[in-house]
């Protein structure tokens, strides 16, 4: 009877342990997936940056003058879209700092 209790309390301990382990690898994926995402966003971002470019240096100059108005208000509009880019990046990065910090206590 005495040996059934110790090789419960082992399974025990070592199934403690295995949950431990879990949990910890758990927010190391968690933060290596927003360490991910961060570059994926900051690539694709890149890549917005460059097809617009692309195609707007591609377009003819427009003749009319309402036409380059309205040219420079899309790529005024574009521009002032794009300075959110470093803001979501460096939210992304503040979690990560965040859930560190979080783990040493």
Request: proline residues 3%.
């Amino acid at each position: 009877m005495q040996i059934c209790y110790v090789g419960i309390y082992t399974w025990q301990l070592l199934y403690s342990s295995v949950m431990e382990l879990n949990t910890k690898l758990h927010a190391v994926n968690h933060q290596v997936r927003t360490v991910i995402s961060a570059g994926v966003i900051g690539i694709a971002i890149l890549l917005i940056i460059l097809i617009y470019d692309q195609v707007s240096t591609a377009l003819p100059a427009p003749t009319a003058a309402s036409l380059a108005t309205a040219t420079t208000n899309v790529t005024n509009t574009f521009a002032s879209a794009m300075e959110l880019a470093p803001v979501i990046i460096l939210v992304l990065i503040a979690s990560i700092v965040i859930a560190v910090v979080q783990r040493f206590r």
